[in-house]
Structures are given as structure tokens and as C-alpha cells.
């Protein structure tokens, strides 16, 4: 069981903009800690997005986007393309040496 | 190129034993803090615990419902990670994925997962 929680589905259009949230404690999220995005196609491996809360690992397209605010962290997608369609999950370390996953956002592209 | 191959997986029975490994290339393996995560089928990824490189010691970290019954090793000679696991249960069945871990603050690379059932 996530002690993060997101989304189950959020779905958009080709080119507009969607939000996951991905809301902790100040024992994960809240800490000085940062929190990491993960991009996950069926059958596939994840694939790292964001880390350190809003940066972005060379070659993933600046489409993508992480902010963080107290205990809640958020990844954008902007100019939404049906190739995003993936599972998203975000990720954490704590304050008890773990890290914990969110549960994991469908991204449907309509 | 950094390349992670896990290997090892398969069925088992509850109970059993097995290990998992994790062979590396492309970057300096010996100087990496490495992670295993798991995902069983249709479910999220859980993390299932960390060792750090030698250099940065420190004890190895484990995920709740594998403490005590997982061991994570590494064999810097042959840049080699292991996940050796004992008294499996049926909800260990998962694909295993070894990553790399940026010091305690992302994953930036992971293998392909290994396949391990456990089932009678």
C-alpha cells in the first residue's frame, strides 16, 4: 500500500496541458528530500522523467515539467501527444531510509 | 552506453530460494549505489531496497516485507549486483528491475526485469 497518493486516470486532448499530483507527508514529499517522476509503457521499463523535484534528465522532451509544494508534487505534460500515453509514477525517499512509490497515474491520450 | 542485464528469475516454490543477478556496464560500477525494484503483474512499482558503493559504505536498506528474507549484494570485480531471496512467498512473484541510484535521490537507469513466480 502507497503511503503516496495519485490519480488513477487522467486523460487529455493532443495538445493540451495535464497535471498528475502526487501528494505525501512531511515524512516523504515534505522532507528536504526530492521527489522523481517515472514514465512506465506496458511491458517496458520505467523510465526516469524527473528528478530532483523539477529537472530533466537529458533527452526527455522539455514537454515535460515537476514542481513541488509542501507535500504535494506535480508533473506536467504540456502539448499533450498520444505517444505520452504511459503509466506515471512518482517516487520519494523518506525519512526512514525507504523510498516509496506513488500507486501510478494512466495517462490517456483521447 | 550504461547497460543493466538482470537474469535469474524463474518459478519457484513458496518457500524456495533464489538469486538474482544484476551484470552492469558502461559507467564505473564499483563507484554506483544500485536499487532493486519490483512490480507484480498489473500492479505499481515498490522498491525493495539500496546498497550503496563500498566507498560510501553504510548499511544496506530494505523494504518492509523483504527485510529479513532478501539480501542485496554486489561484486564490484565483475560489476555485478545480486538479489538473493529466501523463504519466497507467493506475492514476491514480480518482474525485478536493478537501476542505478543517484545517491539516495532518483533512479537514472534501469534493466529490462526479470520474471520471478512463485507458485506450487
Known amino acids: 500500500q502507497s503511503a503516496l497518493t495519485q490519480p488513477a486516470s487522467v486523460s487529455g486532448t493532443p495538445g493540451q496541458s495535464i497535471t498528475i499530483s502526487c501528494t505525501g507527508t512531511s515524512g516523504d514529499v515534505g522532507t528536504h528530500k526530492f521527489v522523481s517522476w517515472y514514465q512506465q509503457y506496458p511491458g517496458k521499463a520505467p523510465k526516469l522523467m524527473i528528478y530532483?523535484?523539477?529537472k530533466r534528465p537529458s533527452g526527455v522532451s522539455n514537454r515535460f515539467s515537476g514542481s513541488k509544494s509542501g507535500n504535494t508534487a506535480s508533473l506536467t505534460i504540456s502539448g499533450l501527444q498520444p505517444e505520452d500515453e504511459a503509466d506515471y509514477y512518482c517516487c520519494s525517499y523518506t525519512r526512514s531510509r525507504n523510498y516509496v512509490f506513488g500507486p501510478g497515474t494512466k495517462v490517456t491520450v483521447l | 552506453e550504461v547497460q543493466l542485464v538482470e537474469s535469474g528469475g524463474g518459478l519457484v516454490k513458496p518457500g524456495g530460494s533464489l538469486r538474482l543477478s544484476c551484470a552492469s556496464s558502461?559507467?564505473?560500477?564499483?563507484?554506483?549505489?544500485m536499487t532493486w525494484v519490483r512490480q507484480a503483474p498489473g500492479k505499481g512499482l515498490e522498491w525493495v531496497g539500496l546498497?550503496?558503493?563500498?566507498?560510501?559504505?553504510?548499511?544496506?536498506d530494505y523494504a518492509a516485507p523483504v527485510k529479513g528474507r532478501f539480501t542485496i549484494s554486489r561484486d564490484d570485480s565483475k560489476n555485478t549486483l545480486y538479489l538473493h531471496m529466501n523463504s519466497l512467498k507467493t506475492e514476491d512473484t514480480a518482474v525485478y528491475y536493478c537501476?542505478?541510484?543517484?545517491?539516495?535521490?532518483?533512479?537514472?537507469?534501469w534493466g529490462q526485469g526479470t520474471l520471478v513466480t512463485v507458485s506450487s
Open positions: 546498497i550503496k558503493s563500498k566507498t560510501d559504505g553504510g548499511p544496506t
Open positions: 530532483e523535484d523539477t
Open positions: 537501476a542505478t541510484d543517484f545517491y539516495g535521490d532518483y533512479f537514472d537507469y
Open positions: 558502461g559507467f564505473t560500477f564499483s563507484n554506483a549505489w
